[in-house]
């Protein structure tokens, strides 16, 4: 695909940085830092040994951690409404 002054793949490869970069950028936010903790920090059960092994940096339970995720509920970006302007945003 030619693009102006732009050498054949230069697209393709911008496209492909930039997914890296967003893909290393989430992985780092998911990504626990720092000392675990022996005790869950909002339930204050202890942590097993081999999931402080697995996951350094972990500061919950399992337990915690799956109430989290499963309470996150993740909005759609679909106008119910149906009004023009908010449909031309």
């Known amino acids: 695909m030619a693009g102006g002054w732009a050498r054949d793949g230069a697209v393709s490869e911008q496209i492909e940085a930039s997914i890296s970069d967003e893909l290393a950028r989430m992985k780092a936010q998911r990504t626990p830092v720092g000392e675990s903790l022996t005790h869950c920090a909002e339930c204050e059960e202890e942590i097993p040994e081999a999931r402080r092994q ?5 500061k919950l339970c399992i337990d915690c951690v799956q109430e989290r995720d499963a309470a996150f509920k993740a909005r759609g970006g679909i106008n119910r409404r149906g009004s023009k302007d908010s449909q031309l945003k």
Not at 54 to 58: K, T
């Open 54 to 58: 697995a996951l350094p940096g972990v």
